[in-house]
């Protein structure tokens, strides 16, 4: 899951630096434009991922932490 979510947030992310740049919102020409139906469930999960990116930073687990300076 944290791997699909990070490949979603990377495609968002990559989308609003066309927009940025560019004023050009791949997604939407892609799919039909901003409304079709497609681009809005592609800016959902993008959305959602980015929800469960928050949960990262919260989260211990695969992460190795050392508070301990060696």
């Known amino acids: 899951m944290d791997t699909l979510a990070l490949i979603l947030v990377i495609i968002g992310a990559l989308n609003w630096g ?6 050009f919102d ?13 681009a809005r469930i592609v800016y959902t999960l993008v959305g959602l991922a980015g929800v469960w990116g ?15 300076h060696h």
């Open 26 to 38: 791949l997604v939407a020409s892609l799919f039909g434009g901003m409304s079709a139906t497609f």
């Open 54 to 68: 928050i949960t990262l930073l919260f989260r211990r687990d695969g992460i190795k932490h050392n508070d301990e």
């Open 18 to 23: 066309l927009i940025g740049l560019f004023q």
